[in-house]
């Protein structure tokens, strides 16, 4: 594990593949308050609070494997520090679909990415029902964990034991199995509350409506709903995340097509029939926020670049206009029918790359602005600057310059110069989505710590890894008793 701060990155390739797709295995045992011990550099003293990371635990059945990572049952990781002292919960999300499949070690649901029960076209044509994967997010809502999956409702978790309760309606916040997305945003900087926990749900078709709510996380109403609205929207919504602002909702409706007929004739999964429209243009659906000065106006509708997004980064208002920074695919990646997901080509997927969006309200347009052109995903900003404009953000990138390539590295990218730091895992590690902390009473944006899950490819085993955030210093490392695969999005609960 290196720095490289000072040392050039190359264009060639420097990782192995078989190091990386080692990660896809099931993971194997549940662990309950299991101390972790160190195995480079000290604990944190005085460091207390929960680190939580869902993804998928379970990648084959039966000797079937899932035909996409995002097709596997959620597992939620738990790594509580009292003290500085780190102990380890691992809970796999017991949904109805798990338990089902899980008696039986063989799937009975199809995947959204792929993935199809045995038995060919015949046995998966027609067959329309999805199982809650709950994979994507873990986050606190008032007294509850919540193992988060954008196409259904949330499941609640036991906060101490990860113990999975079922289905939750949010106190009837949400009807059974509404969509409820697994990219909720924590704004810190709300005058309706110290802490709101802003998120959405989309019901799509011919027009898709945007369900946008805001509940109070903190004090004796925590876990209340106390704004929510509905706004309407011609055309197809595939809508993964958002970002939010004092006063607004960003959403970014790509310009994709979407044909069910494959589908439903059981011949792919349903995101296998997203397809870029390059006849068509992306769309920025900017809604006022409830809590914000804006509330009760209608919303607005403003071309945007082209490219495929899932994730943005932060946004923040300046005079009459959004700046918005996102992670920009020239294309909407897919994994196809007959490639296996564990052998893919690097190269022939595009790769993301930051760029920022400045959008004027007042004359309806958008201008591009692109940071870089080294490939990267899961990029974050402190969470006190998260809707308020931001100097640093810090992200999973390639250890390579150019290309497409594994994540390999945490890159830190001064918004404002360009200038960059990185720390490399390789040429054996693999990163996960950075989680930025700041430390107690910060006085400075930066200060704070990265919590890191890496996929160690050496000793086919996974890491935690903390790094300072100012100079992406490695401060500890701990080797993880279970081996945990590539994952998706984690929180930190103080």
């Not at 959004?322 to 052998?343: A, K, T």
């Not at 940071?371 to 390639?398: D, I, R």
Request: negative net charge.
């Amino acid at each position: 594990m290196t720095n490289l701060q000072d040392k050039k990155i190359d264009k060639f390739k420097i990782f192995n593949k078989e190091d990386w797709s080692s990660a896809y295995q099931n993971v194997e045992k549940e662990l309950t308050k299991e101390p972790l011990t160190i195995s480079k550099g000290n604990n944190i003293k005085n460091l207390n609070g929960t680190l939580l990371r869902n993804g998928p635990g379970i990648l084959e059945r039966g000797g079937q494997w899932v035909h996409h990572p995002f097709d596997g049952d959620g597992m939620i990781t738990s790594i509580k520090f009292e003290n500085g002292q780190p102990f380890l919960t691992n809970r796999f999300v017991k949904t109805k679909g798990y338990l089902e499949e899980e008696k039986i070690d063989k799937f009975i649901y199809r995947g959204v990415f792929g993935t199809q029960k045995k038995g060919g076209i015949l046995n998966n044509a027609l067959d329309l029902k999805f199982k809650n994967i709950a994979n994507t997010h873990v986050i606190k809502l008032g007294d509850e964990i919540l193992a988060l999956w954008e196409a259904a409702g949330p499941h609640a978790m036991d906060p101490d034991s990860l113990d999975t309760i079922g289905l939750t309606t949010l106190k009837g916040v949400l009807k059974p199995n509404e969509a409820f997305s697994a990219h909720p945003k924590t704004d810190l900087n709300s005058n309706a509350s110290s802490e709101l926990l802003v998120t959405f749900g989309v019901q799509t078709g011919p027009k898709s409506t945007i369900r946008l709510m805001e509940f109070d996380n903190t004090g004796t109403n925590s876990g209340e709903l106390i704004f929510d609205r509905k706004d309407t929207f011609n055309g197809f919504a595939f809508l993964h995340d958002f970002a939010i602002t004092t006063n607004w909702a960003i959403f970014l409706q790509n310009a994709i097509d979407f044909n069910p007929l494959p589908f439903v004739m059981g011949q792919r999964g349903a995101a296998q029939c997203l397809k870029s429209n390059p006849n068509k243009k992306a769309k920025f659906f900017i809604i006022p926020r409830e809590s914000g000065l804006f509330r009760g106006q209608p919303p607005l509708t403003i071309d945007a670049p082209e490219g495929f997004v899932f994730h943005h980064v932060n946004a923040f208002e300046k005079d009459s206009k959004i700046v918005l920074d996102s992670i920009f695919y020239d294309d909407f990646p897919s994994v196809g029918p007959d490639e296996n997901f564990r052998d893919i080509d690097f190269e022939k997927y595009p790769e993301g790359k930051l760029k920022r969006s400045i959008i004027d309200l007042k004359t309806k347009t958008c201008e591009l602005e692109t940071f870089s052109e080294q490939c990267c995903e899961f990029a974050v900003v402190n969470p006190k600057n998260l809707g308020l404009k931001a100097t640093f953000s810090w992200m999973a990138s390639t250890s390579q310059k150019l290309g497409n390539a594994p994540l390999q590295a945490i890159k830190k990218i001064n918004l404002t110069s360009k200038e960059e730091i990185s720390w490399s895992a390789g040429p054996s590690g693999f990163v996960s989505e950075p989680i930025m902390v700041p430390s107690e009473n910060s006085s400075t944006e930066d200060e704070g710590f990265l919590f890191i899950l890496i996929w160690n490819g050496e000793r086919r085993g996974s890491d935690l890894v903390i790094l300072d955030a100012k100079d992406l210093k490695e401060l500890a490392v701990y080797e993880l008793p279970i081996s945990i695969p590539h994952g998706l999005h984690g929180s930190w609960v103080n």
